[in-house]
């Protein structure tokens, strides 16, 4: 028995060799899994489970596919936070909340996209804030397609603005904000994305030995965490 883990694919249409990537990697690697895990940002941008296209039928068709032989869950990372569960429900996979802590192997284990942990980045905490709320994505999915393909394109060009003057510390998780929640759900193991910094922190929790494993964004290289019985580890392998 085996768990897989990815994150940050940031799949879209201008990255053919990515998608190819990935339906390799679910017909070869995740397919002989018990359970994927997907933390967040499988797609580069999502409006909402209502704009459907023939690329985002692939990677449905992809998923269902994995269904077959594995179960898969996701949480919504901060660029597909509006994947809901028509999607969901339509490409075979469960939404699970960000944090979640599941039992793996006699283990509790955190798993988050990673957003919620650069708490020193104020003005993207305030965003992920006001864009989770119920009643502003009632507003937004009611809105045309186009209006909101417009809407998410500012909101990019203002996200990627800010981005490039902020420090690389704020753009990380807080090591603080880190220990905190490990302790506050008593784990030893937290997985995440988001930050595009694949490595496996050793750390204290509780004055005990603990694990961070962040996992990589997929460009030349694709990233996963491969867990049984007796390991857990961070691989890669070369996509271009
Ligand atoms: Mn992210």
Request: charged share 30%.
């Amino acid at each position: 028995m085996a768990y897989c883990f990815i994150s940050d694919l940031h799949l879209q249409e201008s990255r053919p060799d990515i998608t190819k990537a990935f339906l390799d990697f679910l017909d070869d690697t995740a397919s002989k899994a018990e359970k994927l895990y997907i933390l967040g940002d499988l797609f580069e941008a999502w409006i909402g489970d209502d704009d459907q296209n023939n690329f985002i039928s692939e990677i449905r068709a992809a998923l269902l596919k994995t269904n077959k032989t594995t179960k898969i869950f996701f949480l919504n990372g901060n660029r597909d936070f509006l994947i809901g569960t028509e999607f969901a429900s339509s490409s075979g996979f469960e939404i699970l909340n960000d944090p979640t802590i599941e039992e793996m192997f006699g283990n509790n284990v955190l798993l988050m996209h990673g957003d919620l942990l650069c708490t020193e980045d104020h003005d993207y905490q305030a965003f992920r804030k006001t864009s989770r709320d119920p009643k502003w994505q009632d507003e937004f999915l009611n809105k045309s397609i186009q209006e909101r393909r417009e809407i998410a394109h500012n909101l990019r060009t203002i996200s990627k603005e800010a981005t490039e003057i902020k420090k690389e510390e704020i753009m990380d998780v807080s090591t603080a904000e880190v220990i905190r929640i490990m302790e506050e759900s008593s784990v030893n193991l937290l997985i995440h994305g988001h930050t595009h910094r694949p490595k496996s922190h050793k750390i204290k929790v509780n004055d005990q030995p603990a694990e961070r494993i962040v996992l990589g964004d997929w460009d030349a290289y694709g990233w996963y965490i491969w867990m049984d019985s007796s390991s857990c580890e961070l691989k890669n392998f070369s996509i271009s």
